[in-house]
């Protein structure tokens, strides 16, 4: 059976599921090139279709769409891709506030008014949104869930088969336990929770696995509002919510002193808590932003960063905690919005109740589509053929789209002159140019899906010196000074530099680590600097024998099993895709070396030099 899955809401996605494996998953954002990108994902649709499927749409079986109910207007306004801070705050003043205190009519007037207005109206939708200007708020949210979405993949594919909607947090539970790494007994004896801001009126689920590789919710609710109130507190600090989460989690490590944490993290205590095995709040909030911003009104922002952390870390362990007292079991998955929270996943870890954790890559709503190909699978009477998910390589081969480098530097003020091409760079000679304290951008092989970079759209240094930090900080990412890197790690040697006693998988960046201190050294740089945490990836020869070998072979030289890696892209910009989206962030960066596919290295003309030291002259021009 051949199932196609799609997430049209946040972070649009498509993914592909032949005989119950999961063969592609392409997030819409990588191609359109915008961030977050909300669409009924076709771009990514026709790259699977045709890759996997020659082309043929009608070789799919069944379609099925993530989500039951979807809000037309945050699909026909780009909330996500253009929205800066400011943006925001606007939409609170003028939305939020008259809704919250007392007029609940402005819903549908306001989100028509912006639409006819033509602000900020998204460019890429792929949806006829004309529909809006006739129907009520609710009305239109009906007709764009249950008509509009499939109707127009129908009419764009000729596409007769099945169309389904799938529950939101279903679709979550079952990537949980396909998406992560689990043994077969694991996965027949899991409790599985799912936690996020919003989804099909819920914000958490439980689920405990049957001994048939099924399912069996337990318990549901939308009192669970960590992720919303941590979307609203990134608001209040002045960063964009539904992005800038995590820039929030990496700040909260700045502040450590229980002394200047418990105050603030009081009044997120007041507001929620977790008691006696449900959400209680001991003083309501009005609402999440400006009643919220009123109380936490004088406190510092790291303080206020490191108490939402931690809050955040206490309800969710409590949660958790009472879900796995109560089932019994003792290996926990988690996905959902919630779950890309490293830092809480770390303390799950540790509780005493968990022998093991599976957190797979990405569990946002980009995973939607493929948690709705498994759920699909199981009700279709496919459960046994399924594959869990080994790894997150499920894009494209840099190899075999846009493989001309030179397609998008019209805008670089680069041109291809600019550029050389050196043949015949294989792992131990881009790992010379590493250990020289080069920094090296690496487009090879299948494109990772989700929000980490996992070594095929990375920029890679020497995880050993700090300086390398500041030089991808300021010269090419342009990244907040606070945000740590990462490490990839050779998986044999992974317990050589975090503790890790209960043995997890950490392939896909999902959990926190504390390192050890007598390997920090030749990681540092890959470290968080005020704490030593680490959200490494474990990376191991079966799934990505090149990007293995690449580190390897700098271990030989260094004797460090690890590189420091972060995402191929300039700030605020999507992944890179393609070896034409790479060049051009080479060109627009400091960046001089770009590993491109066939043992080739892209590098800027003026870092000849400097190579020629490094390598030699012997290597041969393209």
Not at 44 to 73: C, M, W, Y
């Amino acid at each position: 059976m051949v199932i196609l899955g799609i997430c049209s809401e946040h972070n649009s996605a498509a993914a592909l599921m032949i005989d119950g494996m999961i063969v592609g998953i392409i997030q819409e954002e990588r191609l359109t090139k915008r961030k977050n990108q909300v669409a009924l994902p076709l771009r990514a649709i026709e790259r699977l279709v045709q890759e996997h499927l020659g082309g043929n749409f009608a070789r799919i079986d069944r379609v099925v769409f993530g989500t039951k109910i979807s809000e037309p207007f945050f699909s026909a306004l780009d909330r996500y891709s253009d929205f800066e801070v400011l943006d925001h705050v606007r939409e609170m003043h003028e939305y939020w506030w008259p809704y919250f205190h007392g007029r609940r009519d402005i819903e549908g007037r306001y989100w028509k008014n912006e639409f006819a207005a033509g602000r900020h109206l998204n460019r890429d939708h792929n949806y006829d949104f004309s529909f809006l200007r006739d129907m009520s708020f609710d009305q239109a949210t009906q007709h764009f869930s249950l008509t509009v979405r499939p109707e127009t993949l129908r009419r764009h594919y000729q596409y007769n088969g099945p169309i389904d909607l799938i529950d939101h947090h279903e679709c979550h539970t079952w990537y949980a336990v396909y998406g992560g790494r689990l043994t077969e007994a694991q996965r027949r004896d899991a409790l599985v929770l799912t936690a996020d801001g919003w989804g099909d009126d819920l914000n958490w689920s439980v689920s405990v696995t049957t001994a048939d590789g099924g399912l069996e919710r337990i318990a549901a609710g939308s009192d669970h509002k960590v992720a919303r109130i941590y979307k609203f507190v990134t608001l209040i600090l002045g960063m964009k919510p539904n992005e800038h989460e995590y820039k929030v989690m990496g700040l909260s490590a700045y502040t450590q002193s229980r002394r200047h944490i418990e105050p603030t993290e009081r009044i997120f205590l007041e507001a929620l808590d977790f008691r006696d095995g449900r959400f209680v709040s001991d003083r309501p909030l009005v609402d999440s932003y400006f009643d919220l911003k009123e109380r936490l009104e004088g406190h510092r922002f790291d303080n206020i960063a490191a108490a939402v952390q931690s809050w955040s870390t206490r309800l969710t362990c409590a949660w958790a905690q009472h879900w796995l007292r109560k089932s019994g079991r003792r290996t926990l998955c988690f996905s959902g919005g919630l779950s890309m929270n490293i830092k809480t996943n770390g303390e799950l870890l540790r509780l005493p109740e968990v022998d093991y954790l599976s957190v797979p890559a990405s569990g946002g709503d980009e995973s939607l589509c493929a948690g709705a190909c498994f759920s699909a699978a199981a009700s279709g009477g496919e459960r046994q053929r399924i594959a869990p998910m080994d790894h997150a390589y499920l894009g494209d081969d840099a190899a075999a789209i846009e493989s001309d480098w030179s397609l998008r530097l019209g805008d670089t003020g680069c041109s291809a002159n600019d550029f050389e091409v050196r043949e015949d760079i294989d792992a131990a000679a881009a790992a010379k140019l590493l250990a020289a304290d080069c920094i090296v951008a690496r487009c090879v092989g299948r494109s990772e899906f989700g929000a980490r970079a996992l070594g095929n759209r990375s920029i890679l240094a020497n995880p050993g010196n700090p300086e390398n930090v500041k030089i991808i900080n300021h010269a090419i990412k342009n990244r907040d000074f606070w945000m740590p890197f990462t490490p990839s790690i050779l998986r044999e040697h992974a317990d050589e530099f975090v503790d890790n006693p209960k043995e997890v998988s950490s392939p896909f960046m999902t959990i926190g680590f504390g390192s050890k201190p007598d390997r920090r050294r030749d990681i540092v740089g890959a470290l968080h600097a005020a704490d030593y945490s680490a959200r490494p990836q474990f990376v191991d020869r079966q799934s990505n024998p090149d990007y293995w070998a690449l580190i390897e072979a700098f271990r030989r030289l260094t004797g460090i099993p690890a590189l420091l890696n972060t995402s191929l892209n300039l700030h605020g910009e999507p992944m890179n895709y393609t070896v034409a989206d790479a060049a051009r962030t080479v060109a627009l960066s400091d960046l001089d070396f770009l590993l491109i596919p066939g043992n080739r290295l892209l590098f800027k003309k003026r870092a000849a030099e400097r190579l020629n030291q490094i390598l030699g002259r012997q290597f041969q021009m393209a």
